[in-house]
């Protein structure tokens, strides 16, 4: 069976590094042409990520403390072009992937499936004010279109901007007014 895969080596990375590297295909392996063997006797294409997007994943200090973690544990010999994720030295595959991330919510005793995860990502972005084009470079989207025609409805409408200065405007004055009430 051949299933194809992004090549995710930590190339050089050490634990006490900023987490910051590329996820490509590894200088040994030419993208979309040669073939490893993965975990459970799966051979996997290796390629780069699809359409062509790669990019700069800025992570929280508490998402790199874990990857961080993971790295110690895993790679006690510093293995510098190790997978990411492995089983005994080699890639998963989309089924260990699939797999794993059902026992994983089995475990923690929910039921988002795994692509859920981008799209929480994405509006998690968008109500902390991120505008367009930061969530369409944070997910990868090859144009703004793309990240509109799937999120537009999260973005507040000017409606919900003008209500929201208004309330704000309306609690100042309130405050302040009763206040000069109490003063009396």
Request: proline share 6%; glycine share 8%; aromatic share 8%.
């Amino acid at each position: 069976m051949r299933q194809r895969t992004s090549g995710t080596r930590s190339p050089g990375w050490q634990p006490t590094d900023t987490f910051s590297f590329p996820i490509t295909a590894p200088p040994d392996i030419e993208a979309g042409k040669n073939l490893a063997a993965a975990a459970g006797g799966i051979t996997v294409v290796i390629r780069a990520p699809k359409y062509e997007s790669e990019r700069t994943i800025y992570l929280p200090d508490e998402v790199v403390t874990i990857l961080s973690e993971h790295v110690r544990l895993h790679t006690p010999n510093g293995e510098p072009t190790r997978w990411l994720f492995d089983e005994g030295g080699r890639p998963w595959h989309d089924n260990l992937v699939d797999y794993r991330w059902r026992s994983t919510r089995s475990d923690a005793e929910v039921t988002y499936k795994l692509h859920e995860l981008r799209h929480y990502f994405a509006s998690g972005l968008i109500a902390a004010g991120c505008d367009v084009v930061t969530v369409q470079r944070a997910m990868g989207h090859a144009s703004a279109t793309t990240t509109l025609s799937t999120y537009a409805h999260l973005w507040p409408t000017a409606e919900d901007k003008i209500r929201a200065a208004a309330s704000g405007m309306a609690a100042a004055v309130l405050a302040d007014h009763l206040g000069n009430q109490a003063v009396k």
